[in-house]
């Protein structure tokens, strides 16, 4: 047997004491979800055109440093 004399709390108050932490466990995940999506919304990088990466030559030597690939003329 146990040493510990067996009181039971009272069961209406266990039950508005786990809604109410509940609640309150939903409300926290709520706001931090918001937060954490409007964080990452904010650090999205701007669309970036792709330039074209693929070079084609009829059979001359080609230097792609004298190109001015991307950035015009």
Do not use: C, N, Q, Y
């Not at 109410?20 to 904010?42: C, D, H, W, Y």
């Not at 669309?47 to 015009?72: I, N, R, Y």
């Amino acid at each position: 047997m146990s040493s510990r004399p067996l009181v039971k709390p009272p069961k209406g108050m266990r039950k508005i004491e786990r809604w109410l932490v509940g609640v309150a466990m939903g409300i926290t995940a709520f706001v931090l979800e918001k937060l954490v999506m409007r964080s990452v919304k904010k650090k999205e990088p701007e669309a970036v055109v792709p330039t074209a990466s693929t070079l084609t030559s009829k059979g001359g030597e080609v230097d792609l440093e004298d190109l001015h690939l991307g950035k015009g003329f």
